[in-house]
């Protein structure tokens, strides 16, 4: 069984950053895939990045538009989303995934592990 803890998300200025951060513990870590979803207001959960097992491999959704990276330790069992130049829309609360296979595909419910969520607020 592996838990996923989510930090670092908070009130930031549009076009500000944000870092958040996500530790695993249980489990064996670099077999995993690992992403990043977000649900906005109203919305369902869509997907945000991910990153193959190795971290060799990585995949954004259309709206990141290469303001956001993704990448991961498997040393010390985190992954990490770097995001810049933030949007009001951008606005959600962000999960980190895990999934088995260590393809980090793109599809919820392919996930096998959840945190809890971390509140990212962009104020215009």
């Known amino acids: 069984q592996v838990q996923l803890v989510e930090s670092g998300g908070g009130l930031v200025q549009a076009g500000g950053s944000l870092r958040l951060s996500c530790t695993a513990s249980?489990?064996?870590?670099?077999?995993?895939?690992l992403a990043w979803f977000r649900r906005t207001p109203g919305n369902e959960r869509e997907f945000v990045a991910s990153?193959?097992?190795?971290?060799?491999?990585?995949f954004y959704a259309d709206f990141v538009q290469g303001r956001f990276t993704i990448s991961r330790n498997n040393t010390k069992k985190t992954v990490d989303l770097q995001m810049n130049n933030l949007k009001v829309e951008d606005t959600a609360v962000y999960f980190c995934?895990?999934?088995?296979?260590?393809?980090?595909?793109?599809?919820?419910?392919?996930?096998?592990?959840w945190g809890q969520g971390t509140q990212v607020t962009v104020s215009s």
């Open positions: 995934a895990a999934e088995r296979s260590g393809l980090a595909r793109q599809r919820k419910a392919q996930y096998d592990y």
């Open positions: 990153i193959m097992w190795a971290g060799d491999m990585t």
């Open positions: 249980g489990g064996t870590f670099s077999n995993l895939g």
